[in-house]
């Protein structure tokens, strides 16, 4: 997985539990330096999957939520809910 992809999830994974998701946190979780995650977080920016600020930290844009969710493995994603056949009495 390259590393793009990786700080999108970090970042879902941030947001999943309220936190800001600084550079700080965002390099704990991938595992990279500073330098490499600002670099990844202008290349998301750029493709619209993130929206840095001024000052506060990143965020996933809806574009970016989307993808996030996507990338992740399919025994994570949320549960669709299934249809039962009504019970007979």
């Given at each position: 997985m390259n590393l793009d992809a990786?700080?999108?999830?970090?970042?879902l994974r941030l947001a999943r539990r309220r936190q800001d998701a600084d550079?700080?946190?965002i390099a704990l979780?991938?595992?990279e330096g500073?330098?490499?995650?600002?670099?990844?977080?202008?290349?998301?920016?750029?493709?619209?999957l993130?929206?840095?600020?001024?000052?506060?930290?990143?965020?996933?844009t809806m574009a970016g939520l989307a993808l996030a969710l996507?990338?992740?493995p399919k025994g994570h994603r949320a549960a669709q809910p299934t249809m039962r056949a009504p019970r007979a009495a």
């Open positions: 990786m700080v999108l999830r970090a970042m550079e700080a946190e979780r991938v595992g500073p330098h490499a995650i600002r670099a990844a977080l202008r290349r998301l920016d750029g493709l619209g993130v929206e840095r600020r001024p000052r506060g930290a990143p965020r996933l996507a990338l992740l």
